[in-house]
């Protein structure tokens, strides 16, 4: 097994580190006495010598992300010396590598332990605070205050540089800001004190008094310990955002609430662009960061069935995740355009059954499976033509399959290992049919996200039946984000009422979707790892463009 081959090449550098008198040590702490890896328990991280000895000589075998997981879960189980030692095992056979790189693998290769990334000191390390050009040292970010400062002072730095450039005025520091403590009794002021159903739970930008202000333990800390430290800098970016908006003037009187809040949104994936594009001595992205917003994006969208125009509201989880991604991939220009160009809205109105007790908002679970397959047909023999100039041939045989009873369905001639099976979809190419765990899978996403997960999944593979008549590869990351993109054309299909299919899509159904990539692994392949954030451009891009969009 050559992913792991570098801890070879590790154990000669520190022999030789430790065979010369005169060199410096390879066990020397980092300028800040820690390694660049967040741990946890008792054992002590590695040097970040060894670190990034590992990730620089294995990332020349595999994944990068792959690399940075596998070496950071080896420091949650072994001492250095245990891992050093691991080079005299046959790490074909050890337990510890494999359950490792199959953790690693089955997680997406994200570690929860480590996020967003700060810079460790104001020392000649950091390159704004001295005139060395040394790059700056990073650490993982453990607690909310730091994450808070740091994200506020590089807001700061980035709004007093870019609203001059795209807006044409000067930037001028929000006048105070800071968190309040309900239990406390802490009752924050805009204009006058506020009712408690206004603050609790809320942060938000007062206009009047140019402040902002969160509630330190009803929203801030059930984020960061749900979600990660970036959900904290996110709610902070979008404030500021609205601060941005009153100091360029936005005309908040004939525009509508969902435009400003989504205009909001747009500004924060411009500033997170700048973190990402590694333009900040401040902060870093981590691998599992743009993840985090995504899930930070389902817990703040409205509610569903929550109307555009009303005067409260901010935008569904899809419409806020579509500004913020404009800002994130077009910069803060793209964000200027919106009072003249508001983003596209999708909204999706709650149906009301004469039924009080018929739930409208998922198929019954029996009749969802058939239901979307006999819609992914309808769907193709319409749209393939148009394509390809060919006739679309339906996918030749559907199998659900239940893994408690032993059998299972050949591909090719061949079964797999049973791990295989069980809580998968697969389309088989050589037989062209598609299948699913109908015991583990299906059920568990019906009852924890709902039916549209489903969808996502079988979208998938008739993606994949889509490129195997159309000859195009199916086992790369690219064909992986090419069926993402095309799941979103069938997913835009579905929403007019007249739409050939016999289902629509329900509200709450994009909520789903978004919660499925979050939850369900790409199929990539061969190819290597494909992120939710990657995954979820690719579809978004499909529902918006249709198959143009798609590379086909």
């Known amino acids: 097994m050559r992913r792991l081959a570098l801890i ?63 070496i950071a879960e080896f420091q949650q189980r072994l001492t250095l010396i245990e891992f050093l030692e691991l080079v005299d095992t046959d790490l074909d056979t050890s337990p510890v590598v494999q359950d490792v790189i199959q953790l690693c693998l089955t997680d997406g290769f994200s570690d929860s332990t480590t996020t967003t990334v700060v810079a460790a000191s104001t020392t000649t390390m950091v390159v704004a605070a001295s005139t060395t050009t040394t790059a700056p040292e990073f650490e993982a970010i453990t607690d909310i205050e730091t994450i808070t400062r740091l994200t506020i002072d590089d807001l700061e730095q980035w709004w007093s540089a870019e609203l001059p450039t795209v807006f044409g005025t ?57 979600f990660g430290d970036f959900t904290v800098a996110l709610v902070l970016a979008h404030e500021w955002g609205h601060a941005v908006q009153a100091r360029f003037g936005f005309d908040d009187v004939n525009q509508p609430t969902i435009v400003s809040e989504l205009q909001a949104d747009c500004l924060a994936g411009s500033w997170t662009g700048r973190i990402a594009r590694e333009e900040s001595d401040l902060l870093r992205l981590e691998t599992g960061d743009l993840e985090e917003a995504m899930a930070g994006f389902l817990l703040i969208g409205d509610e569903i069935g929550t109307a555009p125009g009303g005067a409260n509201a901010h935008g569904g989880s899809f419409d806020r995740l579509n500004a913020f991604f404009e800002g994130f991939n077009e910069g803060t220009p793209e964000c200027a355009t919106y009072e003249d160009s508001p983003p596209d809205i999708v909204f999706i109105p709650v149906l009301i059954s004469e039924d009080p007790n018929e739930n409208l908002l998922d198929l019954p679970l029996a009749t969802v499976a058939p ?68 015991e583990g899978l299906f059920p568990d996403l019906y009852g924890e996200i709902g039916d549209f997960a489903i969808g ?9 039946a889509v490129q195997n008549r159309a000859g195009l590869p199916i086992e790369t990351v690219a064909a992986q984000l090419q069926v993402d993109c095309l799941t979103g054309v069938w997913t835009a299909a579905l929403i007019p009422d007249d739409n050939p299919t016999a289902i629509r899509l329900s509200a709450g159904d994009l909520e789903e979707g978004i919660a499925g990539f979050l939850t369900l692994p790409a199929n990539p392949g061969e190819g290597g790892y494909v992120s939710a954030f990657d995954r979820f451009e690719s579809f978004k891009e499909g529902f918006f463009l249709g198959t143009d969009a798609c590379e086909l």
């Open 8 to 70: 070879a090449v590790v154990l000669s550098l520190v022999i030789a580190a430790c065979g010369d008198d005169d060199a410096v040590s390879i066990f020397t702490s980092t300028s800040n006495g820690s390694s660049s890896f967040a741990t946890t328990g008792d054992i002590e991280p590695y040097p970040a010598p060894v670190v990034e000895e590992y990730v620089t000589g294995c990332a020349g075998e595999a994944d990068e992300g792959l690399c940075r997981c596998t």
């Open 170 to 226: 000067e930037y001028e520091s929000v006048s105070e800001f800071g968190p309040y403590f309900i239990s406390q009794g802490d009752i924050p002021f805009c204009g006058g004190p506020l009712k408690r159903d206004q603050f609790e739970g809320n942060a938000f930008y007062c206009w009047i008094d140019d402040t902002v202000q969160w509630d330190a333990e009803g929203l801030m800390a059930p984020l960061f310990q749900e």
């Open 371 to 438: 239901q979307l397959v006999e819609a992914l047909e309808v769907f193709w023999a319409i749209v393939y033509p148009e394509v390809f100039s060919s006739p679309w041939i339906p996918v030749s045989d559907t199998i659900p399959y239940r893994p408690s009873a032993g059998a299972f369905p050949s591909c090719g001639g061949s079964t797999f290992d049973q791990a295989f099976y069980e809580g998968n979809a697969f389309y088989c190419s050589a037989d062209d049919y598609v299948a699913w765990d109908d």
């Open 456 to 464: 996502l999944v079988l979208a998938n593979e008739w993606g994949r």
